[in-house]
C-alpha cells in the first residue's frame, strides 16, 4: 500500500510541475501587446467589397478603445455629408460620436485581431457604446494558411463562411468596462473578426444599424491545441479517486 501511494504522490506531483495554461487581457491598441500579430480595420467600403480602412486616420485608438472611420465617410460636415458621397456612408462624419466607433450604421465595421499562435478567445470587453451594442465574433478555421487579400479583403461579408471563417456568436447588449464572455464552443484561432452586429451571423432577435462600440481588449489562452494539462482542481479528483480506489482494493484483499 505504501509503494502505491508513493507511486499516486510521485505521478500528482509531475502533472503539479506542469504550467497551467493561464488567461491572457490583450489591450490591443495603440501598439500591438506581445503575442498579437496585428489588428487592422475593415468595413465593406468598396462599394460591397471589405477593404482595410487605414491605421490611425481611418482605424483610431481612441480612449475607449479602437474606433472606425469608413474611407467612404464624410471629412466634414456641411453639403459634403448631405448627398455629395452618393453611395457612400454619409454620416460618417471622421472622429465624431457616435460614427467614430465600430458601427453597422451604413458599412459593418470589424477589426481583425491576429495572434502569433492559435488562440482560444474566451471575453472582449468594450470601453464605449451608443445607442446599442450587440455584436458579432467569428474565427478563421480553415486549414489553408490565412492571407489577407484571399480571405478577407475583397469579399463580400457572405462570401466569409465560404472563405475559411466560421460565425463564432452574436453577442446581445455588450456591456461596457464589463468583459463579455464569448466562444462557448472554444473555438482556437489565429485570426478573429470582432464587430457591431452583422446579419452574416443570423440572429432574429438582434437588429442591426444602431450599434456603436469601440473594442478595448480581448482575453483568451493561445498554445497548443492538441495537448491539455490538468487544471488544479482536476488534479485534485484525480488524486481522490486514485487514493479512493487504492482503499477500496484494499478492504477487499482482507476481507474473509
Not at 466607433?101 to 458599412?107: E, P, V
Request: charged share 10%.
Amino acid at each position: 500500500m505504501k509503494k502505491q501511494l508513493a507511486f499516486v504522490s510521485a505521478a500528482l506531483a509531475l502533472a503539479a510541475s506542469q504550467p497551467v495554461s493561464a488567461a491572457t487581457t490583450w489591450t490591443l491598441g495603440p501598439t500591438d501587446p506581445p503575442g498579437v500579430l496585428t489588428t487592422v480595420g475593415v468595413a465593406n467600403t468598396n462599394g460591397s467589397l471589405i477593404e482595410v480602412q487605414p491605421d490611425t486616420t481611418n482605424t483610431v485608438w481612441y480612449t475607449g478603445g479602437w474606433g472606425i472611420n469608413n474611407l467612404d465617410g464624410c471629412g466634414t460636415g456641411g453639403p459634403a455629408c448631405s448627398g455629395a458621397l452618393a453611395g457612400g456612408d454619409n454620416g460618417d462624419l471622421k472622429n465624431t460620436a457616435p460614427e467614430h466607433a465600430i458601427d453597422n450604421n451604413d458599412r459593418y465595421e470589424m477589426l481583425l485581431i491576429g495572434f502569433n499562435t492559435p488562440t482560444k478567445l474566451t471575453q472582449m470587453d468594450i470601453g464605449y457604446s451608443n445607442t446599442d451594442s450587440d455584436m458579432t465574433v467569428l474565427a478563421y478555421t480553415s486549414n489553408t494558411p490565412f492571407a489577407l487579400n484571399t480571405n478577407l479583403v475583397g469579399k463580400t461579408y457572405s462570401q466569409l463562411t465560404s472563405s475559411g471563417w466560421s460565425v463564432i456568436g452574436n453577442y446581445a447588449n455588450v456591456p461596457v468596462d464589463t468583459p463579455q464572455d464569448i466562444n462557448a464552443g472554444g473555438t482556437f484561432s489565429s485570426y478573429w473578426l470582432i464587430g457591431a452586429y452583422n446579419p452574416l451571423g443570423g440572429s432574429a432577435t438582434m437588429t442591426d444599424g444602431n450599434d456603436y462600440v469601440k473594442l478595448f481588449s480581448v482575453t483568451g489562452t493561445g498554445g497548443n491545441t492538441t495537448k491539455s494539462v490538468p487544471e488544479p482542481t482536476s488534479l485534485a479528483l484525480v488524486a481522490a479517486g486514485l487514493i479512493g480506489a487504492l482503499r477500496v482494493r484494499r478492504r477487499s484483499r482482507t476481507r474473509v
